[in-house]
């Protein structure tokens, strides 16, 4: 990321997909929407990017828009990943955005033994195609510049076994962690997991679905040093202390 350049894309009118950030284009519906809903001007800028890294700043015209900065490309970053169980009403839709905006890179629909909600047919392809619609509008409004994916639903049965499962009981080290299982409402049925599958803890308290996959997408940003953070311990001075 060019830090010197994050207070102009935050400052921009917003941020759209392209096929490529040298000669931008907007799909119609993208330029419907930064047009009529948005009300751009001639001269407001937007973000414009190709999900894979690169991006640039243009200028917006009657015409089109105009490149007016070069091409930038953002360093990938380490891979993670967050199963999540689909939710009843649209408890899933705020997890998926809030863990698109954390920088998780790859959300997988999990159907699990409790899963509460009906995700069979027509109504899983409708549920999974919102999912994407509402992580490619997260990714816009959060400046990210590579998409995140939304794989196709698994079973637990078919879940990689590398990858941990969020447990209440699990264990506070997420050294080394890049994926993670959140259950539903109902928790995960006897015997689901294998005794082997490492099981991670999301704190003391018992938490709703939701909010377990946005700590579990948090987790998962901040191992992967995303976040440029680095957590220090040592005596308090002044009754302050610093992370």
């Known amino acids: ?24 284009a907007l799909g ?25 890294g690169q991006w640039s700043i243009c200028e917006v015209s009657d015409g089109g828009l105009t490149r007016v900065t070069p091409v930038h490309l953002d360093p990938a970053t ?13 408890r899933s839709e705020w997890a998926v955005a809030k863990a698109t905006e954390l920088g998780v890179s790859r959300i997988v629909p999990l159907i699990s033994q409790h899963l509460v ?12 195609a919102r999912w994407r619609r509402i992580a490619r509008e997260a990714g816009g409004q959060c400046r990210r510049t590579y998409e995140i994916v939304i794989g196709e639903p698994v079973n637990v049965g078919d879940v990689p076994l590398d990858v941990a499962v969020a447990d209440f009981d699990g264990s ?11 259950g539903p409402e109902g928790g995960w049925g006897p015997g689901e997991w294998t005794c082997d599958r490492l099981r991670v803890g999301l704190g003391p308290t018992v938490l709703r679905a939701e909010t377990a996959g946005v700590v579990a997408a ?25 992370t």
């Open 218 to 242: 948090s987790l998962l940003a901040f191992g992967a040093g995303d976040w440029g953070f680095t957590l220090t311990t040592g005596p308090m001075s002044n009754d302050e202390s610093t």
């Open 28 to 52: 119609r519906d993208d330029d419907h929407h930064l047009r009529t809903v948005l009300r751009a001007r001639s001269g407001e800028e937007i973000v414009v990017t190709n999900g894979r």
């Open 172 to 182: 506070s080290d997420w050294t080394g962690v890049r994926a993670v299982a959140i």
């Open 117 to 128: 909600v009906k995700f069979k047919g027509e109504t899983r392809d409708k549920i999974v």
């Open 78 to 90: 380490p891979e993670t990943v967050l199963y999540l169980s689909p939710l009843k009403g649209d």
């Open 1 to 24: 990321m060019s830090h010197l350049e994050w207070p102009r894309r935050v400052g921009a009118l917003g941020q759209f997909l392209v096929d490529d950030p040298e000669r931008p």
